[in-house]
């Protein structure tokens, strides 16, 4: 089945410093959409980001990723970290457009120190 | 704006009872509903995906039997988790869909005794 992995579970940084969480997937589906998700304490995911078409970067709040299907991966970066990017952020997978099913990757805690 | 609510927020059942949790989406039509676990430690693992006038899709490891859910019209869900013991403890997500983006709702706690 589909499978996302995030590597560093937890990162820590100062503020100003660049932001990259790292995100690979493995699916059969040669359409698949990616997505980053934010996840504060006792509220809902919300969405951060979604893939476009192959190579092609998305960015949305200073935060971008490019999908790169030759390497399977959907890396979130940012060229500098603020207080309030502290966060859970989840990679998430869809196989194809509006399935309504998504595969996580077991989420990477940012905390970002002054 | 298109927002997902989820109650209740937290729930205490003992071992063995059941235990019913409702999703509604508001501000757009959902074309999908999705019910997520995260059991502590873990992220987010499918139960079961829902579409309006569709048979209901369950997971491996996951059934009808367990977690019977109910989709009635295109803004509410609600999923009963039955004969619920200790390992069905965590955190329980809605996701519903309308356009491109799935929306999320807060979560049902669940703790079991």
């Known amino acids: 089945g589909d499978s996302v992995t995030q590597t560093e579970g937890l990162v820590t940084l100062t503020e100003g410093l660049p932001v990259m969480l790292n995100c690979t997937y493995q699916t059969i589906y040669s359409n698949a959409f990616l997505f980053w998700y934010v996840h504060y304490l006792n509220e809902s995911p919300w969405l951060l980001l979604r893939s476009s078409t192959d190579n092609k970067r998305t960015e949305h709040q200073g935060f971008h990723a490019t999908l790169h299907k030759s390497s399977s991966s959907f890396h979130l970066q940012k060229s500098s970290a603020q207080l309030s990017d502290s966060a859970l952020y989840y990679c998430a997978l869809s196989p194809y457009t509006n399935t309504g099913k998504l595969t996580f990757g077991d989420g990477t805690v940012l905390t970002v120190k002054p | 704006g298109a927002l997902v609510y989820q109650y209740p927020r937290r729930t205490i059942c003992k071992s063995g009872t059941s235990m019913r949790m409702e999703c509604q989406a508001v501000g757009f039509q959902a074309t999908s509903v999705a019910w997520y676990r995260q059991s502590p430690q873990k992220t987010f693992e499918l139960i079961a995906l829902?579409?309006?006038?569709?048979?209901?899709?369950?997971e491996q490891n996951f059934t009808q039997e367990k977690f019977p859910i109910s989709h009635p019209n295109l803004s509410f869900s609600s999923m009963t988790v039955l004969n619920a013991y200790l390992e069905d403890r965590g955190l329980y997500l809605c996701?519903?869909?309308?356009?491109?983006?799935?929306?999320f709702g807060p979560g049902t706690r669940l703790t079991v005794l």
């Open positions: 996701g519903a869909t309308g356009g491109y983006e799935q929306y």
């Open positions: 829902s579409t309006v006038n569709s048979a209901i899709k369950y």
